[in-house]
Structure formats: structure tokens, C-alpha cells
């Protein structure tokens, strides 16, 4: 016989951990209480229950269960060889209809029937571009007294610009004067679209007018910018009428200064079945190219 002592707040737990420990029954344990539980005074002065359980140790002989006892293997008996299937036989073919029409041959496509020719688009031609104007021989250059005005004050603009540009002043009519600006690396004198450029002019025509009674008209140019400009403009001038005449839209152009401006109403004066006016105010002044009936 063996015993084991075990501890628990009540009788009953301390009996439940032995048996739980033992793995046995009650009725398969004797059990004595050593100490009984004490409860104490507020928590003060408790203890715990002690029991000792008494067990048998012999082993029992455990029956091996009826489904857990396999035969001795028995002779499977020989497999028999399954007979050889016959040969199949073949089947004979369906005699073939005699009223049966051939396919047909699916790979010879029909011949296209050859569609007319489409009528040739007629192009309109193009208005002819303005032509370049010659070069205009200038003569010797002017010599009086606004001449060497307008010469002074470009040669130190330039100066102050840290451009090494030579100024030429001619006069083309009276009280008209015509600036050529020479030189190489001239593309900042004449900025986006001429900007640059309108404003030397502006700046020399105020200077060269300041404080005097009689005006003059000073005109500036470099690398040859404003002619090459007005060739341009003519050119768009007479394509922009050729679609306003061809679609009868009337078409508005980007914003132009004064002189731009008076490039394009020149060039279409006299176009057949249009008419230019401006619109708008500057610095955003448009030409608008109008179609009339």
C-alpha cells in the first residue's frame, strides 16, 4: 500500500487533487484528514486542509480489447489472369450516297468586283507668299546734328548692355531716321519676337524727342530682324485670308504691336472677300482676319 498527502483550502479539494493526481476513483482510495481547514480571522490565521491517501500499487492486468487482436495473416489467394480481350474488329464504312453534292472548295476566294475610282480630291493652291523685299541701298550715312544725337546715345545703350554692337544711322526720308544695329551675338538686342528690340526704339525715339519742338521718327534694326519680320507676317497675313475665304470663318490673330499690325492690314488691303480690324488693347491688341460677302 502507498499514500500520498496533499493540501487544499477545503477536504473536498484536497481529495480531488489526490485523485486527480492518482488518476484513481474514490472508491479505490482510503482517505484520512490530517488537518482540517481553518478559516481565520479576516484571512488572519487560516490554513489549509491536509488529507493523506492511501492506494493500492499492484498492477492490474488490463484485458486487450477484442478489436485490437488481429488474425495471423491468411493466405490471399492467386490472382487469375483475365483472359485477353479480342481483337476489334473493325467496322465497315458507311456506304457513301451517291446524291451528295462535292464541297465546295472553300480556299478559292471569289474575285472582288473592281469598284469604281474615287474622283481625284482637287487641292486649291495655296496663296503666293509675299516676295522678300530687295535690299535698299541706303547711301552714306547721315551726319547732322540728330543723327550724331541718336548715334551718341545707342553707342553708350549698348555700353551699358555689354554689347559691342556698331551703330549705323541713315536717313531714309525727312525727319525718318533708319538704325542698323551690326555685329555678332546680336539675339539678345533683339529678344522673343522683337520685344527687346521695340524697346531700344522706344528708348531712343523718347531720348532723341526730349525737350524738342521739332519730332523725329527713328526706326532700329538688327541682323536685318525687322524685314525678315514683315516678310513673315505677309506671309501668314496671305495664308490666314486663304482659310477665312476657303472655310468663311473669320480667324483672330496673336497679339501685335502697332507696326505688326499695320504689316497685316497692308498686305490684305486689297485680298478679294475679306477685311481686317483690330480688337482688343495693348499689349494684347489683336488682328482680326474677317470673311465678307
Do not use: W
Not at 486527480?20 to 488537518?35: A, C, H, M, P, T
Not at 478559516?39 to 493500492?56: E, H, M, N, Q, W
Not at 549705323?168 to 551690326?182: A, F, G, I, P, W
Not at 524697346?199 to 525687322?226: F, M, P, W
Amino acid at each position: 500500500m502507498r499514500y500520498i498527502d496533499v493540501t487544499g483550502k477545503t477536504e473536498a479539494e484536497a481529495i480531488a487533487k489526490a485523485l486527480e493526481q492518482l488518476g484513481l476513483d474514490r472508491d479505490d482510495v482510503s482517505v484520512e484528514i490530517l488537518e482540517r481547514a481553518k478559516s481565520g480571522f479576516l484571512g488572519i490565521g487560516a490554513s489549509p486542509a491536509k488529507v493523506r491517501v492511501t492506494y493500492d500499487d499492484a498492477p492490474e492486468e488490463t484485458p486487450v480489447p477484442v478489436s485490437k487482436v488481429t488474425p495471423p495473416p491468411a493466405e490471399r489467394p492467386q490472382r487469375t489472369e483475365r483472359p485477353q480481350r479480342q481483337e476489334r474488329r473493325e467496322r465497315p464504312e458507311p456506304p457513301q450516297r451517291q446524291d451528295r453534292q462535292p464541297r465546295p472548295d472553300h480556299t478559292q476566294r471569289p474575285e472582288r468586283a473592281e469598284q469604281p475610282a474615287r474622283p481625284e480630291k482637287i487641292e486649291q493652291p495655296e496663296p503666293a507668299a509675299a516676295p522678300r523685299p530687295a535690299p535698299v541701298d541706303l547711301g552714306e550715312e547721315a551726319t547732322d546734328a540728330k543723327a550724331e544725337q541718336i548715334r551718341t546715345f545707342l553707342t553708350g545703350l549698348m555700353e551699358h548692355m555689354g554689347s559691342a554692337a556698331r551703330v549705323k544711322v541713315y536717313q531714309t526720308e525727312k525727319d525718318r531716321y533708319k538704325v542698323y544695329l551690326e555685329g555678332e551675338k546680336l539675339g539678345q538686342l533683339i529678344g522673343r519676337r522683337g520685344e527687346t528690340l521695340d524697346a531700344i526704339q522706344q528708348l531712343t525715339n523718347y531720348s532723341v524727342n526730349r525737350g524738342s519742338d521739332k519730332r523725329v521718327r527713328v526706326h532700329v534694326d538688327a541682323e536685318n530682324y525687322r524685314e525678315k519680320r514683315e516678310q513673315s507676317l505677309q506671309n501668314l497675313a496671305l495664308k490666314v485670308a486663304g482659310k477665312v475665304v476657303r472655310y468663311r470663318k473669320n480667324v483672330t490673330l496673336e497679339p501685335m504691336n502697332a507696326y505688326e499690325r499695320h504689316v497685316i492690314h497692308t498686305a490684305l488691303q486689297e485680298y478679294a472677300h475679306v477685311t481686317t480690324y483690330s480688337t482688343g488693347t495693348d499689349p494684347n491688341r489683336r488682328v482680326v482676319v474677317a470673311y465678307e460677302r
